[in-house]
């Protein structure tokens, strides 16, 4: 019961002066029929009610972060295992350790993310690669067009791919407004064969690797975007700097780098 979670002790015992043991449900029936009360015990114990609720939080906070380390440590004893066979790359192709970024280009923060990386590619130059995998929501509409036109990019070279990376969220505004228009200007602006890019945009290789790559997302049990796996040890959401460095620093030092 949510609303029981923040309800002091003292307030409950003025809800059950008349039952033996009432259930959270009868409990919760009342607070909700008769929500006076608890506005009475607030202002009657105002100091009573904010220790409360600060001691529920800082529990539930507890709580989350404890099972967050326990995901970690259960990655790092089972690995996630995607599949990198023919992708491309930004940073050394034979960094020990490697982020794969599961990404939606209409994401505000997967946008946020791209700071991000860069930054820990540039903190360990030589020893961190990133790998792009293409997972629109949809919600969003343009995201898929643009996930396409990245994977058909990949085709023709790398560095053309991740330069429409960069653009996608630089501009991501024009993508949320002129969708595939925009699309088709971004692979002109990187220097890509566009006629090339556009045919295996809609081709059978590209769409079959975007839905392999939601499909691998899902199986993870990553349910939006960014999501991101480092070797092996996932990271669900938007995170800084350094919630990354001591899962990188631990595979470093695995590998004796």
């Keep these: 019961m949510r609303l029981l979670r923040f309800v002091p002790s003292f307030v409950l015992l003025g809800l059950v002066a008349c039952a033996s043991e009432p259930s959270p449900e009868a409990l919760e029936r009342t607070l909700r029929e008769h ?27 507890s709580a989350q972060q404890q099972a967050a380390a326990d995901r970690l440590e259960a990655d790092f004893r089972n690995p996630r295992r995607p599949d990198l066979a023919g992708r491309v790359t930004l940073g050394d192709p034979s960094a020990p350790v490697t982020i794969v970024e599961y990404t939606d280009f209409e994401c505000p923060y997967c946008r946020q993310s791209v700071a991000v990386l860069h930054q820990l590619l ?33 085709l023709q070279d790398g560095a053309k791919a991740f330069a429409f990376y960069e653009l996608m969220y630089a501009e991501q505004e024009r993508l949320k407004k002129e969708g595939q228009r925009f699309v088709e200007e971004a692979a002109r602006r990187v220097g890509a064969d566009v006629p090339r890019a556009l045919r295996d945009q809609q081709g059978d290789q590209v769409r079959a690797r975007v839905a392999a790559d939601i499909a691998e997302g899902q199986g993870f049990g990553f349910t939006g975007t960014p999501a991101f796996v480092v070797n092996g040890v996932a990271l669900e959401g938007a995170h800084p700097v350094e919630n990354f460095v001591p899962v990188i620093d631990r595979h470093l030092a695995a590998a004796g780098r």
Excluded: C, W
């Design 35 to 61: 929500p006076e009360v608890l506005v009475n015990a607030i202002k009657a114990h105002p100091t009573e009610f904010i220790q409360a609720v600060n001691a529920a939080f800082q529990a539930s906070q």
């Design 122 to 154: 540039n903190r360990y130059q030589g020893k961190v690669r990133l790998v792009v995998k293409q997972t629109p929501l949809d919600m969003h509409p343009n995201a898929m067009p643009a996930a396409l036109m990245f994977e058909a990019l990949a």
